[in-house]
């Protein structure tokens, strides 16, 4: 028997539960404009390639405090590296990225202004994304084909954009953080396997000379370990094993 104080339409055999706690948002849906094809694009964090390969990325930046570092560090050990650039900050100081455009490295967009794309809507972040295309495309002689979310957060707004300009999204299997370093390149060396995708950062709050150190080691590590260096495209399109198998 419902009392006086029951929720306003509940009726017999209409048992009221508490609600659900939804304290986040679903992800958004999207309907694209214009370009109706455009909805789908490839996403992964790691690859399976059948050889010994590995992927460094490095975001976050330019800056003209790590990024120099970071490319006399990879060219020392002779790697190639994938940057996920901030277009506004490679517009404040294009010199470091333009001096390495020729070194192998690859280049990718990481938006404009370091937005979290699940915040804003298909256009805004179209805008972000074109914008950071064209400018590191000016800057490296090569349009960018990868786009990495910052913070790993992308919706269908975002995943539309990315169709769009033609991209892949690439997340990551492993992340060196500034915090810990040390620790996080020994849980890396010993956890990456062959199609690994490492995450670490020459912009932002994260960089500083312990994690550039620790880098260091990590790459030395891994080619102590037999593995080789490649940009996250060479690598996703690496002969692999079973498609979606990460090798034993
Ligand atoms: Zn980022």
């Given at each position: 028997?419902?009392?006086?104080?029951?929720?306003?339409?509940?009726?017999?055999?209409?048992?009221?539960?508490?609600?659900?706690?939804?304290?986040s948002p679903t992800a958004r849906t999207?309907?694209?404009g214009g370009k109706t094809a455009a909805y789908r694009v490839d996403v992964a964090f790691r690859a399976a390639p059948s050889e010994k390969l590995i992927a460094l990325t490095i975001d976050d930046g330019p800056t003209a405090q790590w990024t120099p570092k970071v490319l006399s560090l990879l060219q020392r050990r002779g790697v190639v590296a994938t940057f996920?650039?901030?277009?506004?900050?490679?517009?404040?100081?294009?010199?470091?990225?333009?001096?390495?455009?020729?070194?192998?490295?690859?280049f990718a967009n990481h938006t404009w202004s370091h937005t979290d794309v699940t915040h804003r809507d298909e256009a805004f972040i179209y805008d972000?994304?074109?914008?950071?295309?064209?400018?590191?495309?000016?800057?490296?002689?090569?349009?960018p084909s990868l786009?990495?979310?910052?913070?790993?957060?992308?919706?269908?707004?975002?995943?539309?954009a990315c169709a769009r300009l033609g991209y892949d999204v690439a997340l990551w299997s492993d992340h060196v953080t500034g915090s810990n370093?040390?620790?996080?390149?020994?849980?890396?060396?010993?956890?990456?396997?062959?199609?690994?995708?490492?995450?670490?950062?020459?912009?932002?709050?994260e960089p500083n000379d312990r994690l550039m150190t620790q880098?260091?080691?990590?790459?030395?590590?891994?080619?102590?370990?037999?593995?080789?260096?490649?940009?996250?495209?060479?690598?996703?399109?690496?002969?692999?094993?079973?498609?979606?198998?990460?090798p034993r």
């Open positions: 028997m419902l009392g006086a104080g029951s929720v306003a339409g509940a009726g017999i055999g209409f048992v009221s539960e508490p609600a659900v706690a939804t304290e999207s309907t694209p996920f650039l901030v277009g506004k900050r490679l517009a404040a100081d294009p010199t470091p990225t333009a001096r390495a455009a020729d070194s192998g490295h690859a972000s994304l074109e914008r950071t295309h064209a400018l590191v495309e000016r800057v490296t002689g090569r349009a786009f990495r979310p910052p913070y790993g957060r992308i919706d269908s707004p975002g995943i539309a370093p040390s620790g996080d390149v020994d849980t890396t060396l010993r956890q990456a396997s062959a199609g690994s995708i490492v995450l670490a950062h020459d912009g932002g709050p880098l260091d080691r990590l790459v030395g590590g891994l080619l102590d370990d037999g593995y080789r260096f490649t940009t996250v495209s060479q690598l996703l399109a690496a002969p692999g094993v079973t498609p979606g198998a990460i």
